[in-house]
């Protein structure tokens, strides 16, 4: 069976840098992308409002079984893809960040690292039931576009066991890249994402 990627980024700072990486993971039949919109329908997804493009964003992780972050500057901060993030670990998916900073964009410029969007996202317990949190404004509160509990079972890393808020960064790895020749090993990084889910 092919190994279904979801690959959430910043479409309007990083859709160059991403489909880069992409073209170069996308090399085998047994691999197949998701996540890569056409701009004007994630567009008027947003128009129609929040709950039309929560669905559509739900309907693309559909048949994944792993979703890779391509993290450029101003991704960590991104709605939506918060949103790609929480609907995966609900959804049971394998999870990783990789940097694309490196990469040149179409006008040829390369980035800044960016914040992991893993380490903004969190899980934690209140009154035996576990949430998810997100940063704002370096305060952890609770997340606002899916405030019901989660249960233990779902999750395929440890539950938090306190009111301490669990980043999602420490149950998932984050590569590089250009420094970690991802050109070269981006299949193995989420084999290991979708291993350390079960998947």
């Known amino acids: ?11 309007q700072e990083d859709i160059w ?31 129609e409002g929040d709950d039309a493009l929560k669905v559509f964003l739900r309907d693309g992780l559909n048949n994944t079984s792993v979703t890779c972050v391509l993290t450029g500057q101003l991704t960590a901060s991104r709605r939506w893809v ?6 995966s670990v609900l959804k049971g ?16 410029v390369t980035g800044v690292k960016g914040a992991d969007p893993l380490a903004e996202v969190g899980v934690y317990r209140s009154n035996d039931k576990i949430f998810f949190a997100e940063l704002k404004g370096g305060r952890w ?18 539950a938090p066991t306190s009111d301490t808020v669990v980043p999602l960064s420490r149950r998932c790895m984050r ?3 250009v420094a970690q020749n991802g050109r ?12 350390l889910a079960g998947r």
């Open 1 to 11: 069976m092919a190994r279904r990627t979801f690959f959430s980024f910043h479409y």
């Open 17 to 47: 840098r991403a489909w880069n990486v992409r073209n170069c993971w996308v090399v085998n039949d047994d691999r197949q992308s998701v996540g890569f919109f056409d701009g004007s329908v994630f567009e008027a997804s947003k128009k």
């Open 82 to 87: 918060r949103y790609e993030i929480v609907r």
């Open 93 to 108: 998916n394998g999870l990783l960040a990789v940097d694309i900073h490196g990469l040149k964009n179409k006008a040829q």
């Open 141 to 158: 509160v609770k997340y606002a576009d899916y405030t019901l509990a989660i249960p233990a079972s779902d999750l395929w890393f440890v």
């Open 175 to 177: 590569y590089d890249f």
């Open 184 to 195: 070269a090993n981006i299949a193995g990084w989420i084999e290991t994402g979708a291993g």
